[in-house]
T-cell receptor, first 116, second 112 residues
Framework: KAGVTQTPRYLIKTRGQQVTLSCSPI?????VSWYQQTPGQGLQFLFE???????NKGNFPGRFSGRQFSNSRSEMNVSTLELGDSALYLC???????????????FGPGTRLTVL | QKEVEQNSGPLSVPEGAIASLNCTYS??????FFWYRQYSGKSPELIMS????GDKEDGRFTAQLNKASQYVSLLIRDSQPSDSATYLC????????????FGQGTRLTINP
């Protein structure tokens, strides 16, 4: 079974530009979550999508947005890039929760974004 | 108080010994607990999940959960140099949300 894929793997942008990152989940997984990883803040939750709806959102400014398509593929967009947006952006997919148990999330390889 | 806390390390363990990694969490409503391993420059890789109190074993790895003490641990037996990585504790179910809240990670080094 293929894992989570993310494109592109590396991006270099300048301040003020915008960027779109793409994620394809594991087949059969309908929940897609996005995380930002930086050396200072660690791994932080951005948002989660399920059935094309944003179900949860982390504490990030509105410049960070996302969407999910009917085939569960997801994109995230960052507008008006700032130097502090330089990070590894990770996508994770999972099956939906069952009862009170939250299913395992599997991460893609990430997109390394550098903002100059 | 941080939502999920881990000792950042580094933790140094001789090859063949048991490595013990610890994690505490603040939300008593948390339901699911995970350990990820992350090699430098790579993405996190799931190695253990645990949902109920007690121990769960998988090969050389044992996860332990104590919900009353809000404590999760990971034991690695017969540690190998290839186990050298950062280990991330993650908790799901904060405020009923399907999101993972991560600790800062413990850097583990296995010395040959």
């Amino acid at each position: 079974k293929a894992g989570v894929t993310q494109t592109p793997r590396y991006l270099i942008k300048t301040r003020g530009q915008q960027v779109t990152l793409s994620c394809s989940p594991i087949s059969g997984h309908r929940s897609v979550s996005w995380y930002q990883q930086t050396p200072g803040q660690g791994l932080q939750f951005l948002f989660e999508y399920f059935s094309e709806t944003q179900r949860n959102k982390g504490n990030f400014p509105g410049r960070f947005s996302g969407r999910q398509f009917s085939n569960s593929r997801s994109e995230m967009n960052v507008s008006t890039l700032e130097l502090g947006d330089s990070a590894l952006y990770l996508c994770a997919s999972s099956r939906d929760k069952q009862g009170n148990s939250y299913n395992e999330q599997f991460f893609g390889p990430g997109t390394r974004l550098t903002v100059l | 108080q941080k939502e999920v806390e881990q000792n950042s390390g580094p933790l140094s363990v001789p090859e063949g010994a048991i490595a013990s990694l610890n994690c505490t969490y603040s939300d008593r409503g948390s339901q699911s607990f995970f350990w990820y391993r992350q090699y430098s420059g790579k993405s996190p890789e799931l190695i253990m999940s645990i949902y109920s109190n007690g121990d769960k074993e998988d090969g050389r790895f044992t996860a332990q959960l104590n919900k009353a003490s809000q404590y999760v641990s990971l034991l690695i037996r017969d540690s190998q140099p290839s186990d050298s990585a950062t280990y991330l504790c993650a908790v799901a179910g904060f405020q009923g949300a399907q999101k993972l809240v991560f600790g800062q990670g413990t850097r583990l080094t296995i010395n040959p």
